[in-house]
């Protein structure tokens, strides 16, 4: 069966790239995203490549990298995929380097706020209602996940050294406003979008410059 037809498809903003959200348990969350990228490229997904070993260590772990296809100009697509609670996301693009991050609101605990979540961020969960609060931190957490995949395989040790926070300017996409050595000048430009996903779990797309 396809995926895609049964999928809510959206986009993230003016940063090119699309999302497709599937509550399906029979469909393998690779083929939502191969049929995105697919979607997106006007290939077939069968033709699509994708490889989930880490181009540094070898180790299967964060967003698949994209061998085909490519642009018409040469540059390659970018795409990550995720499945929690029966709901497939997936994201591809290709402008920028994507990740995703999905979270079960209630899950985890101190240990991973502690890791995870800079003290800017966990002030901002604080400001919420006790009943809003555990959305609100999954919501931070999504985000911080979302940005730590984009990344990849990088020397980053400890992401609670940085901070994400959203402005009136542009609500549901988080800036960065305590950066980290490790990630370098490209801090200014990185956005991470919210992404709805229904009320029983919380997703997040980071979009590197």
Not at 10 to 38: H, K, N
Not at 66 to 94: K, M, R
Request: aromatic residues 2%; hydrophobic residues 45%; glycine residues 10%.
């Amino acid at each position: 069966m396809e995926a895609l037809p049964e999928a809510q498809l959206s986009r993230l903003g003016d940063d090119g790239a699309a999302a497709a959200v599937l509550a399906d348990r029979r469909v393998p969350p690779v083929q939502v995203l191969r049929e995105l990228i697919a979607h997106e490229a006007d290939v077939p997904a069968e033709d699509v490549e994708l490889a989930f070993a880490c181009a540094e260590c070898g180790a299967r772990h964060g967003r698949p990298e994209i061998d085909y296809p490519s642009t018409p100009s040469g540059a390659g697509w970018f795409g990550d995929v995720l499945h929690l609670d029966g709901t497939t996301v997936a994201v591809a693009g290709s402008h920028h380097r994507l990740g995703l991050g999905l979270v079960r609101p209630g899950a985890g605990g101190p240990l991973i706020d502690q890791a995870a979540l800079n003290p800017l961020e966990l002030a901002a969960v604080a400001d919420h209602d006790e009943a809003a609060r555990p959305r609100a931190r999954a919501r931070a957490w999504a985000r911080k996940a979302a940005l730590v995949r984009a990344l990849g395989h990088s020397d980053l040790q400890e992401p609670s050294g940085i901070a994400l926070a959203t402005t009136d300017d542009e609500p549901g996409v988080a800036c960065v406003v305590r950066t980290a050595p490790e990630i370098g000048s490209q801090w200014r430009g990185i956005r991470v979008h919210d992404l709805d996903v229904g009320d029983g779990l919380v997703a997040a797309v980071a979009v590197l410059p």
